[in-house]
Nanobody, 121 residues
Framework: QVQLVESGGGLVQPGGSLRLSCAAS????????MDWYRQAPGKERELVAT???????SYADSVKGRFTISRDNAKNTVYLQMNGLKPEDTAVYYC???????????????WGQGTQVTVSS
């Protein structure tokens, strides 16, 4: 379990951009895989983007080409750059930390408190 704090959410117009940040308390941040999830009202929390300890990234099809996940291990922070925002991107965005056990098996370490992103004209 680690302490995660998201920031950077807000209200933007369609086509606008936001950069979300997730600051982690763990001194072992560089050993963790990090994810961004989002959850809209009445919907399940869904995986948006993943970045591994080695910097490999993956994205949900709905955000591919518009969102970019990155990390700064020196700052214990993961980012989500969101461009070309659409109303359907409106949700609370959460970061998640995982520790790889082996292969594709990982252990969940914790969620941040979430940051609201609202895309509306």
């Amino acid at each position: 379990q680690v302490q995660l704090v998201e920031s950077g959410g807000g209200l933007v117009q369609p086509g606008g951009s936001l950069r979300l940040s997730c600051a982690a308390s763990a001194s072992t941040f560089s050993t963790l895989d990090m994810d961004w999830y989002r959850q809209a009202p009445g919907k399940e929390r869904e995986l948006v983007a993943t970045i591994t300890t080695g910097g490999t990234t993956s994205y949900a099809d709905s955000v591919k080409g518009r969102f970019t996940i990155s990390r700064d291990n020196a700052k214990n922070t993961v980012y989500l750059q969101m461009n070309g925002l659409k109303p359907e991107d409106t949700a609370v965005y959460y970061c998640r930390a995982r520790r790889i056990i082996f292969g594709n098996t990982s252990a969940h370490l914790g969620w941040g408190q979430g940051t609201q992103v609202t895309v509306s004209s």
